[in-house]
C-alpha cells in the first residue's frame, strides 16, 4: 500500500506562486509514476501533471502548460507541483496521485492523497 501525504496549498492572489509537495510512504517511489490532479467546486476532478518514474519526462494539461513544473525527488519520496503566475480558475482541491505500470499520458492512478486546497483571489 502506498500512502501520499500533501501539503503545500493555501490563499493567494493572482499572479502569486505555490508549490505542492506530495510524500509518499514506503520504498517504491522511484518505480512509480507521479501525478497531479484537481477539481474545483462543483467540476469533476481533472489531471493537472503527471512524471516519469524517471522524471525525464512530463505531461500537463494544456490550461497548466508554461506556469506550472512537475519534478520528483526519489532520495525524499516527494513529487512537487511548482505554480506559477496562478489564476483565479486555479483554485481548486489538488490531489497528488500515484501509478504502477509505463508512463503515458493517459494517467490512471492506483493511489490518491487526501488533498490540498488552493484558493487564488483575483
Known amino acids: 500500500q502506498v500512502q501520499l501525504v500533501e501539503s503545500g496549498g493555501g490563499l493567494v492572489q493572482a499572479g502569486a506562486s505555490l508549490r505542492l509537495s506530495c510524500t509518499t510512504s514506503?520504498?517504491?517511489?522511484?518505480?512509480?509514476?507521479m501525478g497531479w490532479f484537481r477539481q474545483a467546486p462543483g467540476k469533476e476532478r481533472e489531471f493537472a501533471a503527471s512524471?516519469?518514474?524517471?522524471?525525464?519526462?512530463?505531461y500537463y494539461r494544456d490550461s497548466v502548460k508554461g506556469r506550472f513544473t512537475i519534478s520528483r525527488d526519489d532520495a525524499k519520496n516527494t513529487v512537487y507541483l511548482q505554480m506559477n503566475n496562478l489564476k483565479p480558475e486555479d483554485t481548486a482541491v489538488y490531489y497528488c496521485a500515484a501509478r504502477w505500470g509505463p508512463f503515458s499520458t493517459k494517467f490512471l492512478p492506483d493511489y490518491w492523497g487526501q488533498g490540498t486546497p488552493v484558493t487564488v483571489s483575483s
Open positions: 512524471i516519469s518514474w524517471s522524471g525525464g519526462s512530463t
Open positions: 514506503g520504498r517504491a517511489f522511484s518505480s512509480l509514476v
